[in-house]
């Protein structure tokens, strides 16, 4: 199990706390704090708090520990998905060296795992694995990221990012062939994004962040929002306000804003199978 207890990152993220038991989508706008939570995870950006995999905390890993974790246990793909490559050798090689770097068979086999990985996705295996990165176009370039990431089917996959560098006609395809793998994978996804509509059709539970802090989470949140950041956020019309409150974090954008608002934080409560941080709702 991966859990989440009260990760802070200096002025990026406050005290998130979470249970990743399902598909897991984080919403929120770019440098919502989001991006910090997989930036932790992988030991990019220094963070307090724990990150635990079955009671282990990854901040507390050595190197080599670390390593041997990384796409067996946990594996990413960043926003811009050509840091997973070194362009200095084909794409093959990047699939050989998981698979012998912790001892999981030769690199006969490594190819063999990739093509039919390749193929899942819709594309040419003999064609991609001798490319090397700049040949290939951005969706492809980002398809074969999915299949590095979820090579050898890690425990948790961490996609960030889906629309990132390419087209909204590419990205229909990225989503159709993220349902796909997960239909046939065991690993548990957690996908950060923008977008609403992607994370209505890849996950079961959503959380949503703004400024650093968790605003509302649960199962259905899309589809019956009760924070007035997520409604804003799904009807695409936030407008950011730089000043900071000493209450909610929304309190100088949203349109429900009162004087308890703005000096007031609200706590995290409880609303059937959902928590939500906002005055709107009595404490129960």
């Given at each position: 199990?991966?859990?989440?207890?009260?990760l802070t990152v200096d002025n990026?993220l406050?005290?998130?706390?979470?249970?990743i038991?399902?598909?897991?989508?984080?919403?929120?706008?770019r440098d919502s704090?989001?991006?910090e939570?997989?930036k932790?995870?992988?030991r990019?950006v220094?963070?307090?708090?724990r990150?635990s995999?079955?009671g282990v905390n990854?901040?507390?890993?050595?190197e080599e520990?670390l390593r041997k974790i990384l796409?067996?246990r946990?594996?990413?793909?960043p926003?811009d998905v050509?840091?997973?490559?070194?362009?200095?050798?084909?794409v093959a090689s990047?699939?050989?060296e998981?698979?012998?770097?912790?001892?999981l068979?030769?690199s006969e086999?490594?190819?063999?795992?990739?093509?039919e990985?390749?193929?899942?996705l819709?594309?040419?295996p003999?064609e991609?694995?001798?490319?090397?990165?700049?040949?290939?176009s951005p969706?492809k370039l980002?398809?074969?990221?999915?299949a590095?990431a979820?090579?050898?089917?890690?425990d948790y996959?961490?996609?960030d990012d889906?629309?990132?560098?390419?087209?909204?006609v590419?990205?229909?395809?990225?989503v159709?062939s993220?349902?796909?793998?997960?239909?046939?994978?065991p690993?548990?996804?957690?996908?950060s994004?923008?977008?609403?509509a992607?994370?209505s059709r890849?996950t079961?539970?959503v959380?949503?962040?703004?400024n650093g802090e968790?605003?509302?989470?649960?199962?259905?949140?899309?589809?019956?929002?009760?924070?007035p950041?997520?409604i804003?956020v799904?009807r695409?019309y936030?407008?950011?306000d730089?000043?900071t409150?000493?209450?909610c974090v929304?309190?100088?954008?949203?349109?429900?804003?009162?004087?308890?608002?703005?000096?007031k934080?609200?706590?995290l409560?409880?609303?059937?199978?959902?928590?939500?941080?906002c005055h709107?709702?009595?404490?129960m």
């Open positions: 199990m991966l859990e989440y207890e009260c990026k406050n005290c998130f706390t979470a249970v038991n399902d598909h897991t989508g984080i919403l929120g706008q704090g989001k991006e939570i997989f932790a995870t992988f990019v220094k963070a307090k708090g990150i995999l079955d990854i901040l507390e890993l050595g520990d796409w067996t946990i594996s990413w793909m926003y050509s840091q997973l490559f070194n362009p200095i050798y084909d990047h699939f050989v998981i698979v012998v770097s912790h001892n068979g030769s086999y490594a190819l063999d795992l990739a093509k990985k390749l193929k899942i819709g594309l040419n003999e991609i694995l001798k490319s090397y990165v700049f040949q290939l969706l980002k398809k074969t990221a999915i590095l979820t090579f050898i089917e890690p996959v961490f996609i889906i629309e990132y560098g390419i087209s909204e590419d990205q229909i395809q990225i159709n993220l349902i796909d793998l997960m239909s046939v994978m690993s548990k996804f957690l996908i994004d923008n977008d609403a992607v994370l890849l079961d539970k959380i949503v962040i703004y968790v605003v509302e989470e649960g199962y259905n949140v899309l589809s019956d929002p009760l924070h950041y997520t804003d799904i695409g936030v407008i950011p730089g000043k409150s000493s209450g929304y309190s100088n954008s949203c349109l429900y804003s009162s004087l308890k608002c703005q000096t934080k609200p706590e409560i409880r609303i059937g199978k959902r928590m939500v941080r709107l709702y009595p404490t």
